[in-house]
Structure formats: C-alpha cells, structure tokens
C-alpha cells in the first residue's frame, strides 16, 4: 500500500480548523435517497430542490436562509450519483450505500462550503473517463469545490475506487478528524489545492498509476504521519507542530526517516519499468 498525496503548501489557520468540528444542529434541512438499481427514490424538505435522472440525482438549495443540507443515502446503484449546488454546508451520510457512476464522480459537489463525508461500510466508483460539463469541475470520486471534512468511526470501511480521477479530490483542503477509508485510485489517492491534514480516522491508499501531481508536498505527507489520531467524538488535542518535531533531534530523525522512505516509494513509482535496476 502506498500514500500518495497532492497538495499545495498554504497554511490553515487554527480559527478556520476549529470550524470543522461537526455541529449537526447546523442542518436545517434533510435529503433522503434510497438507490434501487436504475432509479432513486427521494424524500426532501420543502426549501430543497432535488430532481433526478434515473438513478443520477441533482439537490439544489436556492434560498440563502437554508443554514445547511443533511444528505442521507442508501441502496445501491450501477449507475447513479449525487451532485449538490447551492451556497450552504453539507453533511453527507454515506451510510451502506454503493455507488458507481458511468457518467463521472458519483459524489460532486460545486458548494464552495465545507462538505462533512460520514460512512459505514459503503463503496463509491468512478467511471475512466468523465462526462464534461461546461463551466464546472469534478476531479475525484468524491469532489468537492469546498473543504472536505471526513468523519466517522474508526471501525466500518468506506471503499472509494477511482478509475477516471483522484480519489478523494477537493479544490480547498482536506482533512480526515475519523472514519476509516480505503482509497484505489487512478491518480492521487488524497488531492487538494491547500492542505491536507489529519487529526484522527485511517487512510489507506493503492494506486495504480505513477507519482504524478505537479502540487506534491513532502510537508503534508510528513503532517499525516506524524499528528496524533483522536476519535471523532472527542475533543480535538492539540497536536505538536512540524518546527518542533523538527528541533528534536530524535525526532527530526524520524521525520527524516518518513521523508527517505516517502521519496523513494515517488520515485520508484515515477521511473519506468523498463528503466528500474534492480541489484
């Protein structure tokens, strides 16, 4: 299993992550989907719009006093998808639902807030090649324009396989506070335009194509493996920053360590079969 991981450098400040804690008062409104095979059957509330097309299911929220929107799915589906518009943010409830998309992700949101991801033992699936659509972006299996928050227990597994794009993709940052999640992906297993932190939850991440992000950062890869995980439910510890870690000598060796081994796993996936040397 190899971690692989795209992200710029930009720092997030302390005041922003302290909003990331999940606060489920903060959804005012609910979107039910039960997938059944080819078609969706939908129950939501009155200030939410949510139409469909077989099994592929669009929710908008048009009215700017909607405080937020609690997705809940279930079922299962060779065909289907959610895509979110609106200005609001998100709480997603993955649940045991199984989802591959033949048109594209089959979890887009183009919300610019943060989206909460929640799952027991589901399984997304992308297609290999995706369904343009003028004027939007979708670069993951589960895509978010906006901060993408995971959580849940450590315990069910959340199986993403991305054929086409990254696994999990987000066009701000992405941060993983629980939930246990199985990444196979085409590209990057986690990809963001920020950062990418992790607080607590597991990730494990195969992918199948060469080291190829040009937004790389060896800093984060180092952030994931040194933070200390904290469950969900608890109160967030702080956790001890990269420049202390580094002043340490013991454990500035570690970090040095890690970032041997995290280079060496790149450039090995990075050179080509034909050109490896094996001693």
Sequence with gaps: VALMVGCSTIDVSEEVLDKDVL????????????????????????????????????????????CGVHIVLSGSSADGSVKIYGDMPVLIDLGEVQLTSQRGAPINCQSKKRMWVRSENSVLTDVAKYTAVEGEDCKGALFSEGQIILWGDNGPKCNIVARGGHGIASDDYIRVMGGHWIVNSAKDGLHAN?????????????????????????????????SRPTAPNRKRRKTMPTRLLWQNPRKRCGLMWWSICMISTALWRYVPQAQRVRV
């Design 23 to 66: 606060d489920e008062s903060l959804f005012d409104q609910s979107v039910l989907v039960n997938f059944a095979d080819q078609q969706a059957n939908i129950t939501a509330d009155s200030r939410v719009s949510v139409v469909s097309d077989g099994a592929h299911v669009v929710v908008s929220v048009s009215d700017t006093t909607v």
């Design 194 to 226: 920020d950062n990418i932190r992790m607080d607590g939850g597991f990730v494990s991440i195969a992918r199948r194509a060469a080291w190829n992000s040009t937004k790389a950062n060896l800093k984060s890869v180092v952030w994931m493996m040194v």
